[in-house]
């Protein structure tokens, strides 16, 4: 199974902003389908395509139902989000425990419902899980493409599974010991000409000070080249006032 296993369903939204916005959500995670349940705004929306930025493609491939069971017919499992728990009898999950119920070979959609009211009893009712992202207690109510991007999230990391390592583009190679020490060695002299260093019963200790938090760095060969050039500069500075 993967993500284009998928399926996104705000049933009866109400704002064209807030499909666009879904739309950039599910595209930044990769997943594909999208799907509008009577929508309350117009449809085709330019206020959904400005929002969409880079996922128009999303907004073309979106298909439109009068309902939520025949927007549902061909999938499998269905997650319903709520941020309130129903007196109904349905399985209530948190949106971290998502990936444990989603199962391999299966067609899942995920219902949203309108902005000002969320989904029905009777909507929830074709759901076989209620879903809840964890939230203040007293403020819980969260706006539909926040709410969409927290369940992207949950379900992009259940597929990736390897853990993300991330390569950065800077070159430089990390300073070896005995660059460090040169210009530590540096800063001291200059440090002992002008009398920092005292007095002299805490002169180590403050040597001692110096050299950890420059170690602690882990600078690289260029920074040092950097602070070399700085305190040489600083020096002649001070040397010409």
């Given at each position: ?39 309350r705004c117009s449809w085709p929306n330019q206020k959904a395509l400005a929002t969409s930025v ?135 002299k200059g440090l002992d000409k002008k009398g920092f260093l005292q007095p002299e019963h805490k ?39």
């Amino acid at each position: 199974m993967s993500l284009s296993n998928i399926y996104f369903i705000l049933v009866r939204p109400q704002i064209g902003e807030n499909i666009g916005s879904v739309a950039r959500a599910i595209k930044n995670f990769n997943i594909k389908y999208l799907r509008l349940v009577k929508p309350r705004c117009s449809w085709p929306n330019q206020k959904a395509l400005a929002t969409s930025v880079g996922a128009k493609d999303i907004l073309k491939t979106i298909k439109i139902y009068d309902s939520v069971e025949k927007s549902i017919q061909d999938l499998d499992i269905i997650f319903a989000s709520s941020s309130r728990i129903r007196k109904i009898n349905k399985k209530v999950i948190s949106v971290t425990n998502l990936k444990q119920k989603i199962k391999k070979g299966r067609k899942i959609g995920v219902l949203f419902g309108p902005e000002a009211s969320g989904l029905s009893n009777d909507e929830i009712n074709c759901a076989n899980y209620l879903v809840k992202i964890p939230s203040n207690k007293k403020f819980s109510s969260l706006n539909l493409s926040h709410s969409a991007i927290i369940f992207c999230f949950e379900i992009f990391k259940h597929f990736s599974g390897t853990k993300t390592e991330y390569k950065i583009g800077y070159k430089s190679s990390i300073a070896k010991k005995s660059e460090v020490n040169k210009f530590l060695n540096f800063i001291i002299k200059g440090l002992d000409k002008k009398g920092f260093l005292q007095p002299e019963h805490k002169r180590q200790s403050m040597i001692r000070n110096i050299n950890n938090i420059f170690h602690r760095l882990n600078l690289s060969e260029q920074e040092i080249r950097i602070l070399l050039g700085i305190f040489t500069t600083l020096n002649d500075f001070n040397k010409k006032s």
